[in-house]
């Protein structure tokens, strides 16, 4: 039987059992004088009773289908040719992935004999097992229901037990979010212990220059690679700091301007063209910046004699910031924008009946009282700024740099990472390993960041609350 | 009518009683949907220091102010009453142009202030909101310091240019709204910490720091307990020694206590302006009698 049959059999069967539960107490509660007297709805009975024969089940479900596989395989290696089971485990495995072969039908030639049979006993044996598990279920269910079942009475408290499940139900969601990130970051720190193994971590921390060479093979020498991670945080920053001059100011403004002095009309236009802007792929702006913005800047660059005093690329910091900060510019509007709104009329009303200007309400009353959250919607933008890597890639190059010049050719810690880990590479080596060391640092910083912006946007929702 | 309806006895004994109520409030409801109908009463004062002519206040296509004239004496209390929705709050905030605020909301006829057209087009808001001030519903401070509450309006309007001056404009404001005792001692915490009682008479010390003419109030008092309404009461009074007040009010006894005169609203039309006293011993218009008597509201 097919797993696919087998759960859509369970699910029907399910069904039936949660309306025989159900009825049940129906007909429990005719004897105590009706379905008020029932400790709980008609509804929790049925679902306790699902609940009692489902539980079971999915239990073995899930224990047969973790094993099954393991199990079928060790009967049929017991079975194999003598000289193959004591050539080692890696004659058995290849062994066995030929046969799988065979039973895809995607074997090339003339199988030897003990491989065909030894197919067939996989065949035979897989159906032998689900048909096995399938009687297995509906034995269990069956036999778990109708204890349900006869268990049910009117004082049974039916709604808590539900309820119970339920909650767990829930619990074990929301950890799954909780594992996956606690998976990630461990990780990514054992992989950085590692790297912090051959590169000492103060070089790594205060090294001012970045050049990992290529290990393609594990007897490659690395001795001239340096791994020192400054010129990528200066240059993280730098870029995120171009944007932000850009995002923050006009995005504040555009949000003052939305949320105080638009019109209705304007305002629901613009807000919906803002969130098309949100939504356009960093990719493109990523050829815009680099097709159009960066030579344009150059240009410019060299116009005015700059090239004179400073390096002058086609690859700049200034239009990698320029573009990113227009990519934030929504971003950093619409959550300034929330915040505004949020402000009370009442308080603008205040301020308006004691003669202010509508320029001193917005100066006066509106942006500091909408300030702690404005403040964290920043955050969240640099944190943006921090982690965006597509137009960094496409318009900023990958020299690492140690400048503040913005007409000099940079690279992020992104960007670093994501060179380093493409490619075919050994994955011992201490290249590779910089990356997770990277990501780990850049997690630690948009973490903190992030934090220090919920934690402020926290207590700015609780002024007014 | 659901104002009507609302107030049916429903004793079934008093069946007749009913019957005979349910004809008037038909009669009443007649009266007060009536199209060309008279304010009764006295609505013009000599030197009036607000004076309104035939006041149309729109909310997009829905009118919520009728034909409204009334005369505003200097210095005098004037309450206005009604019930819910019979636009006392519309007509109050014409007064000071808060209206401008709501984007639908269109105002009609002649409103003057000591013979200014407030309505002209040329006239800017900003002069005309100093010196006429308001206290709003709820307590609004603002968040920043007792202190900047107060001394906000002052402030913009560039009234004072030491800080001495500005010190003693928020002592003198708070002491004048009785607040003064009660935080002297930490100015420097933020309004929106104070009770709602002394919320409230902070926006007052902040409303008269400003030295308006008027002060326009819309239910000072309803979001406030017994004893901290008893307090504005008693401020109101000492207040109308030096400014003109006009108040709305839920409560017919604070009309009673507070004001000298009083206005009765219906669905939007001025019915009746009379001297406090009269309009709740002896009213002219039945609606007010109707009103006063709890029959509705
Ligand atoms: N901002 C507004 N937009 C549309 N209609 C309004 C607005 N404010 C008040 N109204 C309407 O105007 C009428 C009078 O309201 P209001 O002046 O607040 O009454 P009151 O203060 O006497 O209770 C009501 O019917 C109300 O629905
Ligand atoms: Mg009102």
């Known amino acids: 039987m097919s797993s696919t049959l087998l759960l859509a059999l369970m699910f029907v069967g399910f069904i039936t059992i949660y309306k025989l539960g159900r009825s049940r107490s129906l007909a429990l509660a005719t004897n105590v004088g009706g379905a008020r007297y029932l400790n709980s709805l008609p509804f929790y009975y049925g679902m306790i009773t699902v609940l009692w024969a489902a539980i079971p089940a999915l239990i073995l479900l899930g224990l047969w289908y973790a094993f099954d596989d393991a199990v079928i395989q060790a009967i049929v290696v017991q079975h194999l040719p003598a000289e193959i089971r004591e050539a080692g485990n890696t004659e058995i495995g290849l062994v066995l992935n030929k046969v799988r072969l065979i039973i895809d039908n995607q074997f090339l030639g003339e199988p030897p004999e003990y491989m065909t049979v030894a197919a067939a006993e996989i065949n035979?044996?897989?159906?032998?097992?689900?048909?096995?598990?399938?009687?297995?279920?509906?034995?269990?269910?069956?036999?778990?229901?109708?204890?349900?079942?006869?268990?049910?009475?009117?004082?049974?408290?039916?709604?808590?037990?539900?309820?119970?499940?339920?909650?767990?139900?829930?619990?074990?969601?929301?950890?799954?979010a909780i594992f996956t990130t606690l998976g990630i970051v461990l990780s990514v720190l054992l992989e950085s212990i590692k790297f912090f193994r051959s590169v000492p971590i103060t070089e790594f921390l205060f090294g001012l220059?970045?050049?990992?060479?290529?290990?393609?093979?594990?007897?490659?020498?690395?001795?001239?690679?340096?791994?020192?991670?400054?010129?990528?945080?200066?240059?993280?920053?730098?870029?995120?700091?171009?944007?932000?001059?850009?995002?923050?100011?006009?995005?504040?403004m555009s949000a003052i301007y939305l949320a105080d002095y638009a019109p209705t009309k304007v305002r629901s236009t613009v807000k919906p063209l803002l969130e098309i802007l949100a939504g356009i792929p960093t990719v493109v702006y990523g050829f815009f910046a680099a097709l159009t913005v960066a030579p344009m800047i150059r240009d410019l660059a060299i116009g005015m004699g700059l090239d004179n005093y400073m390096t002058v690329t086609s690859e700049s910091a200034l239009a990698v910031g320029l573009i990113m900060g227009v990519m934030i510019v929504p971003f950093v509007s619409s959550l300034s924008d929330d915040v505004i709104n949020a402000v009370p009329q009442s308080l603008r009303d205040g301020a308006l009946a004691l003669g202010a200007t509508k320029s001193e309400v917005v100066k006066q009353v509106v942006i500091p009282a909408a300030l702690?959250?404005?403040?964290?919607?920043?955050l969240l933008a640099v944190s943006r700024a921090i982690g965006e890597t597509m137009i960094v890639v496409m318009a900023a190059g990958l020299a690492a740099n140690l400048t503040a010049n913005p007409l000099d050719a940079v690279t992020t810690v992104t960007v670093q990472i994501v060179t380093l880990l493409t490619g075919d590479q050994e994955?011992?080596?201490?290249?590779?390993?910089?990356?997770?060391?990277?990501?780990?640092?850049?997690?630690?910083?948009?973490?903190?960041?992030?934090?220090?912006?919920?934690?402020?946007?926290?207590?700015?929702?609780?002024q007014y609350e | 009518m659901t104002i009507l309806e609302a107030t049916n006895p429903v004793d079934t004994a008093e069946t007749a009683a009913k019957d005979t109520i349910k004809m008037k409030e038909a009669d009443l409801n007649e009266a007060a949907t009536e199209s060309d109908h008279k304010t009764v009463g006295d609505c013009f004062v000599e030197n009036p220091k607000f004076s309104v002519r035939d006041a149309n206040v729109y909310y997009g296509d829905k009118q919520a102010v009728f034909d409204v004239s009334l005369?505003?004496?200097?210095?005098?209390?004037?309450?206005?009453?009604?019930?819910?929705?019979?636009?006392?709050?519309?007509?109050?905030?014409?007064?000071?142009?808060m209206n401008d605020t709501i984007d639908i909301c269109r105002v009609e006829g002649k409103i003057e202030l000591d013979g200014m057209d407030i309505y002209d087009s040329r006239l800017d808001v900003v002069p005309l909101r100093a010196r006429v001030g308001m206290v709003f519903q709820k307590p609004n401070p603002f968040p920043k310091s007792i202190y900047d509450n107060?001394?906000?309006?002052?402030?913009?309007?560039?009234?004072?240019s030491r800080r001495v001056d500005l010190d003693e404009i928020v002592e003198t404001s708070l002491r004048r709204a009785g607040l003064w005792d009660e935080v002297k001692d930490r100015l420097n915490q933020p309004g929106t910490g104070?009770?709602?009682?002394?919320?409230?008479?902070?926006?007052?010390?902040?409303?008269?720091?400003?030295?308006?003419?008027?002060?326009?109030?819309?239910?000072?008092?309803?979001?406030?307990?017994?004893?901290?309404?008893?307090?504005?009461?008693e401020l109101i009074a000492e207040l109308s020694e030096n400014f003109t007040i006009c108040i709305v009010t839920h409560s017919m006894q604070q009309a009673a206590r507070v004001s000298k005169r009083t206005a009765y609203f219906h669905m939007g039309k001025l019915m009746e302006v009379n001297e406090t006293q009269k309009v709740f011993t002896n009213p002219d218009h039945e609606l007010t009698e109707a009103y006063i008597t709890g029959r509705f509201g």
């Open chain 1, 209 to 252: 220059e970045w050049s990992p060479q290529n290990a393609m093979r594990a007897d490659q020498v690395v001795g001239s690679s340096s791994f020192g991670a400054i010129p990528l945080f200066a240059g993280t920053l730098l870029i995120a700091f171009i944007s932000m001059l850009i995002a923050v100011p006009v995005g504040l």
């Open chain 2, 150 to 160: 107060v001394a906000y309006g002052p402030k913009i309007h560039g009234l004072v």
């Open chain 1, 372 to 378: 702690p959250g404005i403040v964290g919607g920043f």
């Open chain 1, 427 to 462: 994955f011992d080596s201490p290249k590779t390993l910089a990356a997770f060391a990277l990501g780990l640092m850049l997690f630690v910083v948009t973490l903190a960041l992030n934090y220090i912006a919920l934690h402020v946007v926290k207590k700015y929702r609780e």
């Open chain 2, 194 to 233: 104070l009770s709602g009682g002394q919320q409230q008479r902070l926006c007052i010390a902040r409303t008269i720091a400003v030295s308006p003419e008027v002060i326009l109030m819309d239910e000072p008092c309803s979001a406030l307990d017994p004893i901290a309404t008893a307090r504005i009461e």
């Open chain 1, 124 to 176: 035979k044996l897989t159906t032998l097992s689900s048909n096995l598990l399938a009687a297995l279920i509906f034995l269990l269910m069956s036999v778990s229901a109708s204890v349900g079942y006869f268990r049910i009475h009117p004082q049974m408290k039916a709604r808590l037990f539900v309820e119970n499940w339920f909650k767990l139900a829930l619990l074990i969601c929301s950890m799954i």
């Open chain 2, 71 to 97: 005369d505003i004496g200097e210095n005098e209390v004037i309450a206005m009453i009604g019930p819910s929705g019979c636009g006392k709050s519309t007509f109050l905030r014409c007064l000071n142009r």
